[in-house]
């Protein structure tokens, strides 16, 4: 069994900094890809950044220059630091892996609860 746990979800001021964390546990093997998506209702998920186990990342354009995403391997988890925050970017936040576990030995993707994060005056 794989479990993706996100953290962090909070009402902040926009111009605000907020850190959402997720942590994956389970029987894994290896994780790929390791990512944050955001859906608000009415509205399909987008991704919002992604990072590939070799370091490197991608961001949606709306979110370059004030969102950061990192990855520790050896813990299994992924952060998303979220500057400059502004209502537009109001959502649920979902982490998301592309993971092999010991029970199925195959690449499977992996989606967290989701946690609300809310930019409002």
Same mark, same amino acid.
């Given at each position: 069994?794989? @479990? /993706?746990?996100?953290?962090?979800?909070?009402?902040? @001021? !926009?111009?605000?900094?907020?850190? /959402?964390?997720?942590?994956?546990?389970?029987?894994?093997?290896?994780?790929?890809?390791?990512?944050?998506?955001? $859906? =608000? !209702?009415?509205? $399909?998920?987008? /991704?919002?950044?992604? =990072?590939?186990?070799?370091?490197?990342?991608?961001?949606?354009?709306?979110?370059?220059?004030?969102?950061?995403?990192?990855?520790?391997?050896?813990?299994?988890?992924?952060?998303? $630091?979220?500057?400059? /925050?502004?209502?537009?970017?109001?959502?649920?936040?979902?982490?998301?892996?592309?993971?092999?576990?010991?029970?199925?030995?195959?690449?499977?993707?992996?989606?967290?609860?989701?946690? @609300?994060? =809310?930019?409002?005056?």
């Amino acid at each position: 069994q794989v @479990q /993706l746990v996100e953290s962090g979800g909070d009402v902040v @001021q !926009p111009g605000g900094s907020l850190r /959402l964390a997720c942590a994956a546990s389970g029987s894994i093997i290896s994780i790929l890809n390791m990512g944050w998506y955001r $859906q =608000t !209702p009415g509205k $399909q998920r987008e /991704l919002v950044a992604i =990072t590939a186990r070799n370091g490197n990342t991608d961001y949606a354009d709306s979110v370059k220059g004030r969102f950061t995403i990192s990855r520790d391997n050896a813990k299994n988890t992924v952060s998303l $630091q979220m500057n400059s /925050l502004k209502s537009e970017d109001t959502a649920v936040y979902y982490c998301n892996a592309v993971i092999m576990s010991t029970i199925t030995s195959q690449w499977y993707t992996y989606w967290g609860q989701g946690t @609300q994060v =809310t930019v409002s005056s």
